[in-house]
């Protein structure tokens, strides 16, 4: 599989519940992002990895909001605690460390808080 | 922070019609631009990428153009087919950082 793969597809929580996503890049790029898109909107950035090293973290990504790349492979990003205001598509990225080089997304988790 | 606009908000045109999609971007030192179209409930998918260096990408049916000095991208859809309906998305990267800033999307629909 050449593409950025991520699960689960969608998910449905109680308000309060904790949620884990996961994203598996291609293999050989070293950068990872993981975005946030609500309804009508373009993506929103939330974090950046190179290899295992978080280097930038957005505003929007509260004290809930964890994210890890473990050995600089696949990320997992965790909501405690989640708000219905977290209800979004979270979408993950991944490129090559190479400068000027663009993006391959994988199709996203759909999250929704009842 | 970058500010990306992206205009018309929605367009309908007939099958076989050519159309331009607009992208505006206020701050002018960037690092590359990247287009991309979103299916409903999908995530995005890549369709050119232009270096700042660059004035034009094309790819089949799709050409992009890039001028930084006056903060605008356009996309070009030749000969548009109804498998063409989707969200585009702009997205700008600049010199500083590694995010990109994405527009907001424009809807398109392509009538049989």
């Known amino acids: 599989d050449t593409g950025v793969s991520q699960d689960p597809r969608h998910k449905i929580t109680k308000r309060g519940q904790n949620v884990t996503f996961r994203c598996d890049p291609i293999?050989?790029?070293?950068?990872l992002y993981w975005y946030r898109q609500t309804l009508g909107q373009g993506p929103e950035f939330l974090t950046y990895?190179?290899?295992?090293?978080?280097?930038?973290k957005s505003r929007l990504l509260s004290d809930r909001f964890s994210a890890e790349r473990p050995k600089g492979s696949f990320s997992t990003l965790e909501i405690q605690r989640t708000e219905q205001g977290d209800s979004a598509m979270y979408l993950c990225?991944?490129?090559?460390?190479?400068?000027?080089?663009?993006?391959?997304f994988g199709s996203g988790t759909r999250l929704t808080v009842v | 922070k970058q500010e990306v606009t992206q205009i018309p908000a929605a367009l309908s045109v007939p099958e076989g019609e050519n159309l331009v999609l607009n992208c505006s971007f206020t701050?002018?030192?960037?690092?590359?631009l990247q287009w991309f179209r979103q299916d409903p409930g999908k995530g995005l998918t890549s369709l050119l990428l232009?270096?700042?260096?660059?004035r034009e990408q094309t790819s089949g049916r799709l050409n992009a153009s890039l001028d930084k000095s006056s903060g605008r991208s356009t996309l070009y859809i030749a000969a548009s087919q109804p498998g063409d309906s989707a969200t585009y998305l702009c997205?700008?990267?600049?010199?500083?950082?590694?995010?990109?800033?994405f527009g907001t999307g424009t809807s398109l629909t392509v009538i049989p």
């Open positions: 990225a991944s490129s090559l460390l190479t400068d000027g080089a663009g993006y391959t």
């Open positions: 232009i270096q700042s260096s660059q």
């Open positions: 997205a700008v990267r600049l010199g500083t950082g590694n995010q990109f800033y």
């Open positions: 701050d002018s030192a960037i690092y590359n």
């Open positions: 990895f190179q290899n295992e090293a978080q280097l930038e």
């Open positions: 293999s050989e790029h070293n950068r």
